[in-house]
């Protein structure tokens, strides 16, 4: 059974601040992402990952980094946190990179004040 | 950009009715068609999905059709249940890229 996790359910941060969201699988996959999930739009691709230390930037990388050192872990920093960046992240894994089924972590919900 | 239009956005049906999701996609590239179910406070699981070269698909209660040339395809659920009230997402894949449809709230009423 795959397990992605999510560091924290919840995190409240101020303007200005640099936020860390680390996500880890457990399932040996390659691939990564991270999305954010907003009301009424649906779940928006922020960046991916097929390899260690390898990214591309999705739909909306405006604003967010990321970092995979270690092949189970990916992390999505957010260099000087807004409040338009206020939303839920969730992040997912896949075995197989292209048309194929991926495995979502609980989720973050932040709030930046 | 490619989008995913995803209908209705909210859905009530009385118990043992039958619901239908409908999401029309632009990108003709896609091939890849999965449906995810996000419980309240969860995450989104996958429940069904469709190749490009498949019709239709069913798993028990619930059935996916796919109709390419209309670059449309739908979620079909029978006899629901309350334990199939969440929120359902479409989404049209081609290799890595994942357009995910906004949304549809079912609530199946008691």
């Known amino acids: 059974d795959v397990k992605v996790t999510q560091s924290s359910r919840y995190l409240v941060k101020r303007t200005g601040e640099k936020v860390f969201l680390e996500c880890v699988q457990d399932?040996?996959?390659?691939?990564m992402f991270w999305y954010r999930q907003d009301p009424g739009l649906g779940l928006r691709l922020i960046y991916f990952s097929y390899d260690v230390k390898m990214k591309e930037k999705g739909d909306i990388p405006e604003g967010y980094s990321v970092s995979r050192e270690k092949k189970e872990r990916f992390s999505l920093i957010l260099e000087s946190a807004s409040t338009n960046q206020t939303s839920m992240y969730l992040c997912?894994?896949?075995?197989?990179?292209?048309?194929?089924?991926?495995?979502f972590g609980p989720g973050t919900r932040l709030t930046v004040l | 950009g490619e989008n995913v239009e995803q209908h209705p956005s909210t859905l009530s049906v009385q118990e043992g009715d039958s619901a239908v999701i409908k999401c029309t996609y632009s990108?003709?590239?896609?091939?890849?068609f999965p449906w995810y179910k996000q419980e309240l406070g969860k995450r989104p699981q996958l429940i069904i999905d469709i190749r490009s070269n498949v019709g239709e698909k069913k798993d028990q209660r619930i059935a996916v059709t796919l109709n390419k040339t209309a670059k449309h395809f739908s979620l079909h659920i029978t006899e629901t249940q309350p334990e199939d009230s969440a929120v359902y997402f479409c989404?049209?894949?081609?290799?890595?890229?994942?357009?995910f449809g906004t949304g549809t709230r079912l609530k199946v009423l008691a």
């Open positions: 989404a049209a894949v081609r290799t890595y890229k994942y357009i």
């Open positions: 990108d003709s590239a896609s091939n890849y």
């Open positions: 997912a894994s896949s075995l197989v990179l292209a048309d194929n089924e991926q495995f």
């Open positions: 399932m040996d996959h390659e691939n």
